[in-house]
């Protein structure tokens, strides 16, 4: 089970986004699956949800095995690259990888917005970073294949403006916080490089709760952080642990709502119990969950 999901804040228009994506990775291996769609209920909305009444809430969509979710909300939020997806096109799974890099790429960039061009860099033999039409930011590459197998997506979040030089603390505390975690490689700045001070990281790879991530310190100012637009879900083994977890991670009380919670380094968090949908399905569940800020298994009774 994926213990740690990211979601991504789509305004009003999961459903179109859930579209693309199944276009954007029809042939990649494993391809997309929709494997969920949960909708708002029609009654006990807040007044700025009563417009989506009986629309769709989530689509979990499934992309080479790896599980987002899609939240279908308003307008007040989002993507940016700071939390982005890193995609592994790795030669070993095939001698056309190359050619589904860049048929990927093109189908990404599509009404997108080009962040580094897809070419040759020092690091990789093709490499590029787009942002897609929604906002939603990707890394391609043809990794080498005589590295260290790694998935096919990992999430990967850039550390910038007013969280530069951080991406070292802050995978040390979550490696800290979530269990079946453990710190991997690491490059650092040998020397300043922009904002990135001399020791920062230049690339980074870790797991947490036994998902791969990648983290760096952005070489380039910034405009902006993290932000709920991507945010990352937990799914906590109980009470106990969805405790422990929330008390280690809650820094901004006054955005915490519906099992909801920013962290010192500024990354959005969802921390719920991972028999969230069968608690939903309770009656008066979804009223009740607004109610919440940390979710309290016992108050859906």
Known sequence: MQRITPTIWCAGNADEVAAFYEHVFETVPGGVVIRQVERYPEEGLLDFQRPLAGKTLTITLEIAGFQFILLNAGDEFRPTP???????????????????????????????????DLGQYPFSGSYGWVEDRYGVSWQLILTDPQGEPRPFIMPSLMFGAREQNRAAAAQERWVEVFPDSRLGARAVYPEPAGPAVEGAVMFSEFQLAGLWFTAMDSAVEQPGSFTPGVSLLFAARGQQELDRIWAALSAVPEAEQCGWLTDEFGVSWQIVPDTMDELMTRPGAFGKLLAMKKIEIADFD
């Not at 890193?86 to 860049?102: H, R, S, T, Y």
């Not at 599509?110 to 580094?116: H, S």
């Open 82 to 116: 700071a939390l982005n997806f890193m995609l592994n096109f790795d030669p070993i799974l095939g001698p056309d990888m190359g050619e589904l890099q860049k048929l990927v790429w093109d189908r990404l960039s599509e009404d997108g917005r080009v962040l580094m």
